[in-house]
Each structure stands twice: as structure tokens, then as C-alpha cells.
């Protein structure tokens, strides 16, 4: 992955950043579906009907990975949101992705816990239990206690840390992202690396048809329109209850 800086003339690309992935494909990990629905606000029908979106995401990181051994193969990415992913194979021949770390190339040999605790193989980039990581080291992609599946420290560029064990108990304490200490019992699995994509913040938007093209829409408030075009429009600060645009009132009592 590399930050590349484009050197133009125009004014929207003039301060652009962006991300170029390097020996990676191409792939859609969503699957989308148009859901057909006729929209009614306070028994009035908008005109016409509306095409609802949901995104279903893949489930593709799972506790069970960890019962097998699996090979690195090749690379992929996706863009909105920008993340990188890897594709292993186990001895059965199945196909698995995996979440993107620092350490991550084509070979590289994840292997079961049995194997690990052997103390042949590195631990480095391995799915560990908490209580094998020893304290004040990076972890990420922590898992959930009740469905095992990644939970915590899972974006991009987002690390966790391994705070103190508490006495007497099967418990630790985990720095997340957001520098609140979490207890989490010493069995959840997590990624003992980095994460990557920690150029992730240092992207600089090439104009606003970036925020158009993911799906974000803008909203203007009626209170800053012109009085044409909202019944809140204007300069005049009257009491006057909340109204829709098509003039009913909205909240009631206020």
C-alpha cells in the first residue's frame, strides 16, 4: 500500500491523497439487495415508489479458523471502506479470508494452537488466546465473549493493548482505541500484530463527489433555507412550532 500525492492544477485534485494497493484484486465482500417500499409520512404518500438498500457483509473472520492450519495465497481490497484482505487455503482445500495485518505475505502459515504451544513456531501474526500475549504488547481484531466473532479494534489502523491480569481471577484488562480499559476473560481469541491501513487517516478528499460516491447524503437544515423554499425559512426568530416541508406540524408541544 502506498500514499500518493497528486501534484495538479485544478482546485479539487489539488490537495488529493489516495491509496495505491500494490499485488491485490479487486473484490466486493457485500451483497446488496433493493427492497420495494411505498413511503408514507403522517398518511401522506410521497410521490412515487422508493428503492431501499441493504448491505449484507460477509461473515469471513470466525473463531473456528483457528482449528485448522491455512496458507497465505494472494491479496485483495476493497475500497469503501478501505480495507485490505488476504485469501489462505487449509489441507482441505477451502478457501478462507482473512483481515489484513502488518506482517501478512504470500506463504506466511497460520497454525493451530496445539502447534503454537509447542514453542516451534513464532507467535508473531498468530489467533491467540489473551492469556498466552504477554502484557503491554499490540493486539487487534479482538473477539466477543458471547458470539466469537471480531468485535473490538477491528478498523483501520486501530490497535489494542494488554494491560495487567486481575488477581484471582480469569480476567484482563484491554486498552481499546478509544483508551477505555475493558475487562475480558483470558480465553477471547485475538491478532497478535498491527493492524494496517494506518495511512487511513492521512487521506485528503479530492472534492465532494468522494462523500457522494459512498452513499452520504447532505441535509440542510430548514431554518437556513429561504422562506420559499421551507415553511421554517427566513431570518425572523418567532416561536413557531417545528413544520415539515409540506407545512404540518412536526413535533407537537414544542
Not at 500525492?5 to 482546485?11: E, G, L, N, V, W
Not at 473456528?64 to 482441505?92: H, L, V
Not at 504470500?106 to 508473531?124: A, H
Not at 498468530?126 to 479494534?153: E, G
Request: hydrophobic residues 35%.
Amino acid at each position: 500500500m502506498l500514499l500518493i500525492k497528486t501534484y495538479s492544477i485544478t482546485p479539487k485534485q489539488r490537495w488529493r491523497k489516495y491509496l495505491k494497493f500494490l499485488y491485490c484484486k479487486k473484490f466486493f465482500f457485500h451483497k446488496f439487495t433493493f427492497i420495494k417500499k411505498n413511503k408514507k409520512i403522517k398518511k401522506k404518500l410521497i410521490r412515487g415508489i422508493h428503492f431501499f438498500k441493504k448491505i449484507y457483509s460477509y461473515q469471513f473472520f470466525n473463531i473456528k479458523i483457528s482449528m485448522f492450519n491455512y496458507i497465505i495465497q494472494n491479496f485483495g481490497y476493497q475500497k469503501r471502506p478501505i480495507r485490505e484482505f488476504a485469501f489462505g487455503k487449509n489441507i482441505f482445500n477451502q478457501m478462507q479470508l482473512f483481515l489484513f495485518t502488518e506482517h501478512l505475505y504470500p506463504g506466511f502459515k497460520l497454525y493451530n494452537l496445539n502447534y503454537l504451544l509447542s514453542g516451534k513456531y513464532s507467535l508473531i501474526n498468530q489467533i491467540l488466546p489473551l492469556w498466552i500475549i504477554p502484557i503491554n504488547s499490540t493486539i487487534c481484531y479482538l473477539f466477543n465473549v458471547n458470539n466469537q466473532n471480531t468485535t473490538y479494534a477491528k478498523s483501520s489502523g486501530c490497535n489494542a493493548f494488554k494491560k495487567k491480569n486481575v488477581k484471582k481471577s480469569k480476567l484482563c484488562y484491554v486498552e481499546l482505541p478509544s483508551k477505555k480499559l475493558k475487562l475480558l476473560p483470558l480465553y477471547v481469541y485475538c491478532v497478535f500484530s498491527n493492524n494496517k491501513n494506518f495511512f487511513y487517516n492521512k487521506l485528503v478528499e479530492g472534492g465532494w463527489g468522494y462523500t457522494q460516491k459512498s452513499k452520504k447524503l447532505v441535509s440542510v437544515r430548514g431554518v437556513a433555507k429561504n422562506p420559499v423554499d421551507h415553511p421554517q425559512g427566513g431570518r425572523t426568530k418567532a416561536k413557531q412550532p417545528e413544520l415539515s416541508p409540506w407545512g404540518w406540524i412536526a413535533k407537537r408541544n414544542k
